[in-house]
């Protein structure tokens, strides 16, 4: 009985119904796209980190955890490596470079990292042979800057730095391919740490004084004992910081901000929703009071008019996230490829879950309202 209730009112106003839904889709998509936003920015600043081969991460002492303060010498290196329960460390050197083009095509801005070959931080390959050599001009080159360049394995292109007031460049040439590892919003490149040493951006060109770099990373030779390392680490190793990768990650600039931020957004998308079905729904039921209270009186248990009810609600609600995720799909579909936008599975299935529950916690109080119908009042027969 409720089955039918349910789904005959919604046939006989289709057009009302469905425009509802259409409400609900609208605000689908602005949920699923809050969802992808935040990931897609979420991968462009940390994704780099995330994919190194590292248990562990050390930082210069005293610079929260931020990358371009950090400063590291061959000394700290050496003692690292020597620390029991080390497997292998290798230094990581950051900076910004421009790739120019001798047509008339933009110069496209990445992130220069520099690598001990072999070492951690060495990215693997999809293609290619990858850094061989400690001073080769050679690179290892992201899955996205191949596409957006045309680059591929054998290619030379040329690298614009700032040596102290000057324009430098520098010609490199594409050893190996690697998956998408962007680092500050910029896709990467990974060379030998002394060619990186060279071409970074610098007040003075390069010296062969001691390479500097910001970041050491550790592997262990067993990862699940990595705090007992790391007490040891700080006993033995003086002027350095120890973390892990997703504490390194938090501490990147603006990112824990970033993320409150688009998070608030989605839930208060998520209330707005559940205040728009409500709202809905209890016009609705104060609409049909004349009906409920007839149902009622021929017989209808509150239970039967109350499952009705949530019924149409379910129905709606699933109609109007089932177009809005097709919306979102198509739209996705046009959008140009440097928007961060990033729509991984348990994002999407999190973000439906949580937009199928606002119909139902929506319609609660249009429920109530239902069970509390009286049947006499209802039909104008109350004393």
């Known amino acids: 009985m409720s089955v039918y209730l ?30 992808a936003l935040a ?43 020597r620390i029991p329960g080390v497997e292998s460390a290798g230094p990581l050197g950051f900076a910004s470079a421009t790739i120019v083009f001798d047509d008339s095509r933009e110069p496209l801005d990445i992130s220069m990292v520099g690598v001990e070959p072999g070492k951690p931080g060495d990215p693997a390959l999809i293609e290619g042979t990858g ?6 001009n050679d690179a290892v080159i992201d899955v996205s800057i ?6 591929s394995l054998g290619d030379r292109f040329t690298l614009r730095t700032i040596q ?26 990974f060379m030998p740490l002394a ?38 680490i700080a006993e033995r190793v003086a002027g350095i910081e120890v973390t892990d990768k997703q504490t390194a990650i938090e501490a990147l600039p603006g990112y824990s901000a970033q993320q409150s ?18 709202g809905f729904f209890q016009i609705q039921t104060l609409q049909k009071v004349a009906q409920i209270g007839v149902l009622k009186a021929i017989g209808s248990s509150s239970g039967s008019v109350a499952l009705a009810v949530m ?28 928007i961060p936008i990033v729509f991984t599975g348990a994002s999407v299935i999190g973000a439906l879950a949580l937009l199928l529950s606002i119909g139902p916690l929506g319609g609660l109080v249009s429920i109530r309202l239902a069970l509390r119908i009286d049947p006499l009042t209802a039909i104008g027969l109350s004393s």
């Open 131 to 136: 850094l061989r050599s400690r001073r080769a």
């Open 311 to 338: 019924l149409q609600i379910i129905l709606v609600t699933i109609i109007g996230v089932g177009i809005g995720a097709l919306g979102t799909l198509l739209l996705s579909l046009g959008l140009p490829g440097n």
């Open 261 to 278: 931020t688009l998070n608030t957004q989605q839930a208060f998308t998520l209330l707005i929703g559940v205040l728009v079905v409500g």
């Open 146 to 151: 191949a596409r957006q360049t045309g680059l």
């Open 164 to 189: 102290g007031t000057e324009e430098e460049y520098y010609t490199l040439m594409v050893v190996g391919i690697t998956d998408e590892r962007q680092y500050f919003f910029q896709p990467s490149i």
């Open 6 to 35: 349910a789904f005959k009112e919604v046939w006989r106003n289709l057009g009302r119904y469905l425009l509802f839904s259409l409400v609900i889709a609208l605000i689908t998509i602005l949920v699923l796209f809050i969802a």
């Open 39 to 81: 990931g897609g920015l979420a991968n462009a600043n940390k994704q780099l980190i995330e994919k190194l081969d590292a248990d562990l991460l050390v930082y210069q002492e005293n610079v929260d955890l931020q990358v371009t303060s950090s400063r590291l010498g061959n000394q700290a290196l050496r003692e690292l490596r």
């Open 195 to 232: 060619t990186w040493e060279k071409i970074k951006p610098q007040a003075a060109p390069a010296s062969d004084q001691e390479t500097i770099y910001n970041v050491l990373a550790v592997q262990l030779e067993q990862p699940e004992q990595a705090q007992a390392v790391v007490r040891v």
